[in-house]
């Protein structure tokens, strides 16, 4: 005899319901509570703004050759402003002249947006807690075999540490030997 017993549907239906209703107004909570005072705070250089933050935890895929959804290769500075608001840090290269504009999104991750007169390249540097992945599935964190797995073996000539596929758009850099960087550039055609 087994010790399988068969519910009656009356008793799954209610527990399912029952679930579903808890997870509902978990959900409602979250979306309705206001967020804490620090992350309303522009005060410090460090902080986003508070409509940048959710933005983000909308759009966590970066797309090889593009970048994100609102901000993408190609853009001028004022359409990056204008979506993202002023960065928490500003250069320009000496020699390059280029611009980088840089946000921090959390303790481990900070994003470079980069170019002369419009977007040229986005670097996103991160840590194994970046929410932030391609649109293939390439996460922080990886070891190189596995970006290998996604994109193909890198061309000829790629230096240690970094996997390039110029004509994808996307490039990885490894430090200890798992992913901390991906960098986005309008993919080359040779």
Same mark, same amino acid.
């Given at each position: ?14 527990? =399912? ?14 979306? #309705?509570? %206001? /967020?804490?005072a %620090?992350?309303q705070? %522009?005060?410090? @250089?460090?902080? =986003? /703004? ?11 895929? !970066? ?9 993408? !290769? ?16 500003? &250069?320009?290269? =000496?020699?390059s002249? &280029? ?8 303790? *481990? #991750?900070?994003?470079?947006? $980069?170019? &002369?007169?419009?977007? $040229? ?11 932030? $992945?391609? *649109? $293939? ?17 890198? @061309? ?9 596929? @110029? ?15 991906? #960098?986005? %550039?309008? /993919?080359? &055609?040779?």
């Amino acid at each position: 005899m087994s010790n399988f017993r068969v519910r009656p549907a009356w008793r799954v239906h209610r527990r =399912l319901r029952a679930s579903a209703v808890g997870l509902a107004a978990v959900v409602f909570a979250l979306t #309705t509570a %206001s /967020p804490p005072a %620090s992350a309303q705070t %522009s005060d410090s @250089p460090s902080t =986003l /703004p508070l409509e940048f933050i959710r933005y983000l935890e909308r759009d966590l895929f !970066i797309a090889p050759g593009i970048g994100f959804k609102r901000v993408k !290769i190609g853009d001028s500075f004022d359409e990056v402003l204008s979506s993202w608001g002023q960065p928490q840090a500003a &250069k320009t290269a =000496l020699l390059s002249r &280029k611009k980088q504009w840089y946000y921090k999104v959390d303790d *481990t #991750t900070v994003i470079m947006v $980069e170019g &002369k007169k419009t977007v $040229e390249a986005i670097t996103v540097s991160g840590g194994v807690t970046t929410p932030f $992945e391609t *649109t $293939e599935g390439a996460r922080y964190g990886m070891a190189p075999y596995q970006i290998v797995t996604i994109y193909g073996a890198g @061309p000829e000539g790629d230096l240690p540490g970094k996997l390039d596929y @110029p004509r994808r758009g996307i490039a990885f850099d490894f430090q200890s030997g798992a992913v901390r960087t991906i #960098t986005v %550039s309008a /993919p080359r &055609k040779d």
